[in-house]
């Protein structure tokens, strides 16, 4: 298997690889003994119930991969415990015919059937939300995750959106093109962005920081969306913080309503834990990115949530 790697598009599967086939060899795998496991960095990808990790498994200090990308992994293996780098575990290894059949046939699964969890490895914040559109990412915003965002935003009804971290309201502006009738509102802690974008005639856009959106905004009406385009994500802020904000944001989300999370570095959150505040994931990433080569930016982590239950 050649990690990291996949041309693969959703829905296609050129190796004829169906459910029936990939079970049958997850069940072989499983009678295997574990064996240690070791990586530069490991991921967990979790696919139709089945965990497994990935990344450069047995590599040498050159970061050279030795054998295969890919390990059968049980439910006790957890992203804390592989946190870091050259973290070391234990699984069941997956010879080179079956990573590249398991990952042929993750890639064509649709985005609410696979998940893939980034243990912590750095805890570096280098992106400077004052002058976010300045930076070295934004243009992989503009041109790969934005375009996302509207894609799914084109099957969710809405009436009012909210964007924390909306900063100079450029993805506001693109939603607006596409949905021209919806309220548009956005918080951001930079002066000169809430400037900018009241300059695009977004009215409703508050100075201030994504703790305080409960504050900052009614209890009615409430949000049909709220959007954190890189804001719940590492290298932007820490776990905790970014716990807190999607807390205290979710009271001004209608029941029912939506919520869309994503960005350039790894998403703090994963599903069970939105399942634990009260969120359906109806996605949870772009699966055939996931394997694709990981010296390149490929969009990987998307989630799309709806809140259980009636408006608070």
Known sequence: MSEGRSTTKPGEN????????????????????????????????EALGH?????????????????????????????????????????????????????????????????????????????????????????????????????????????????????????????????????????????????????????DIRQGRGEDVATMYAPEPLFDVIVFCGVLNRQIMDGHTARKILKRSLTRLEGGGHVIITGYSSCHLSARELKREGLTALKKSIPENIFRDYDEFHLRQFYVARKDGPSP
């Not at 990939?22 to 490991?42: E, K, V, Y």
């Open 14 to 45: 050129p190796r004829g690889i169906d459910e029936d086939t990939f079970q049958a060899m997850i069940r072989r795998i499983r009678r295997r003994p574990r064996q240690p496991i070791s990586g530069h960095w490991l991921n967990i990808v």
């Open 51 to 203: 965990r497994f990790l990935q990344g450069p498994i047995g590599a040498d200090v050159r970061g050279h991969k030795r054998n295969g990308g890919l390990a059968y992994i049980g439910r006790s293996v957890r992203a804390d415990d592989i946190a870091g780098f050259w973290p070391e575990t234990s699984g069941r290894l997956l010879t080179p015919e079956e990573g590249d059949a398991t990952a042929t046939f993750i890639s064509s699964l649709d985005g609410g059937d696979v998940e893939l969890i980034v243990p912590l490895r750095n805890r570096a914040l280098p992106v400077r939300w004052e002058s976010f559109e300045d930076s070295r990412e934004y243009p992989l915003y503009a041109a790969h995750i934005h375009p996302r965002i509207l894609s799914a935003l084109s099957g969710l009804p809405f009436r009012r959106l909210l964007d924390v971290g909306c900063g100079s309201g450029n993805l506001l502006a693109a939603i607006r093109r596409d949905h021209p009738e919806a309220h548009y509102a956005g918080v951001d802690i930079s002066p000169d962005n809430v400037e900018a974008a009241r300059e695009k005639g977004f009215d």
